[in-house]
């Protein structure tokens, strides 16, 4: 049977491709990098504070690209899933931005602010609400790549004191309108609140937790996703989904 499915999130950097090895050794089965953006809609104070702090450090998109591709050279066979906002597509290219992502050798992609129903040429990880409606999960799920992800709570990324009872009729809506893994994130950052949501989908998302503790360094990095790992392992599996 297949595990539990860990990704972890890392804000683009100099530091990036040696965390995200470090993640991937610690047992992170997906990284997401995040490329910065100045009004990061989705986001809590955790993430906007590393987005303010790489583009201070000069990470526009094509610096962006470097690192991704530099992460790639370090994890040939690691899953690499940009995100990031529409607006930094738009001022770049559409096209343009998807050929070169694909070139710096990003798996798939998530704009967090783009639908469903918008730019459907460009294949991306498709992202649902405890506010989705059914015809919107069943769209989303039609069009996403790879996997569908969960936003656990109707706010922004951050720190909860428990997982959003949202999430489990979330994805029972889900898991009946789409054939596909479901992974879940926003508010799911300690070992126990990993493995709660790990009960109810086939995959965890970690994004405030996993920049603390980068921002701590690469040991605490490590421990972090080692302990993120223990608990899913600790989860269950009653049924085989795939991974990105």
Do not use: N
Not at 144 to 151: R, S
């Amino acid at each position: 049977m297949a595990e539990k499915a860990l990704v972890v999130y890392l804000m683009a950097g100099a530091e990036t491709p040696e965390l995200a090895a470090v993640a991937a050794r610690a047992g992170a089965d997906v990284i997401e990098i995040g490329f910065p953006f100045s009004d990061p809609l989705a986001d809590g104070p955790v993430i906007r504070r590393a987005a303010e702090r790489a583009l201070a450090a000069g990470m526009r998109t094509r610096e962006c690209l470097a690192c991704l591709a530099a992460t790639r050279e370090r994890l040939p066979e690691v899953p690499l899933v940009p995100m990031t906002y529409a607006s930094l597509l738009e001022a770049y290219g559409w096209e343009r931005f998807a050929a070169h992502a694909h070139e710096a050798g990003a798996s798939s992609l998530i704009v967090a602010d783009l639908p469903a129903g918008d730019r459907p040429e460009l294949r991306r990880i498709q992202l649902v609400a405890p506010t989705s409606t059914d015809e919107r999960i069943r769209l989303a799920a039609q069009r996403t790549d790879g996997w569908l992800y969960l936003v656990s709570v109707t706010g922004t990324t951050g720190t909860r004191d428990d997982v959003s009872p949202a999430l489990a009729g979330l994805a029972e809506r889900a898991r009946a309108l789409a054939e596909l893994p479901l992974y879940a994130g926003f508010g799911i950052k300690t070992p126990a609140q990993a493995r709660a949501a790990a009960e109810l989908v086939d995959g965890v998302i970690v994004g405030t937790g996993s920049v603390e503790a980068a921002e701590r360094g690469v040991e605490a990095l490590r421990d972090y996703v080692a302990s993120l790992r223990a608990a899913l392992d600790s989860v269950p599996i009653l049924s085989s989904r795939g991974t990105l």
